[in-house]
């Protein structure tokens, strides 16, 4: 079957794209999704094995759960004609039992009466100029993700950050009633209670003050 799906797993894009350029490598991504209530064993297979290589090229996709692939083209001496490439993947899926730790070497084997499902992904070249195109749109949702964890952290830093302000200001009250009561102790409590407000107070501004640098400072980290 052609396309990016067959009975067991879809495969996002339903191609493989790549930005060509001379002497450097590229890479697509794909996010293979498991569409059944059973384990799925996966394997990708090329026309060019030395071209490309593929992580994982194997492995085991939970019921109703997704994995990504990498595959990566290697760096190239010369451009293919007319920028067309003939290269071709299979990626072949078949159900697995749930306990199963490593893929004995005849999963895929059709010999045996067992149901290999099969896609067939077309490799796309396109320079660089052009947009990278489905490559970048696969990790899309998890960026957002990722973005939208990073804001929580803030808001859940900033309201904690003014829950412990509200403290201190009742404290600083009852500090206030005890003073007219000429609390001989005042005067040291009141000053470590002030300067711990201000401090807070400092803390809060500057947390509401930039949560998308702090998000973006935190998509952009490196791992």
Known sequence: MSGGT??????????????????????CDLKVTNSTDQCVAFKMKTTSPKKYFVRPNTGIIQPWDSGFLRVTLQAQKEYPPDMQCKDKFLLQSTIVNNDIDKLPPDTFNKDGGRTVEECKLRVVYISPNSSPGHSEDVFKQSSDFTSNQALQRIKDERDAAVRQTQQLLQELEIMKRRRNRNDPGFSLRFAIVVGVIGLMVGFLLKLLSSPSENSSEFLHSPN
């Open 6 to 27: 067959n009975q067991l797993i879809s495969v996002n894009p339903p191609e493989l794209r790549f930005q060509f350029e001379l002497d450097k490598q590229s890479y």
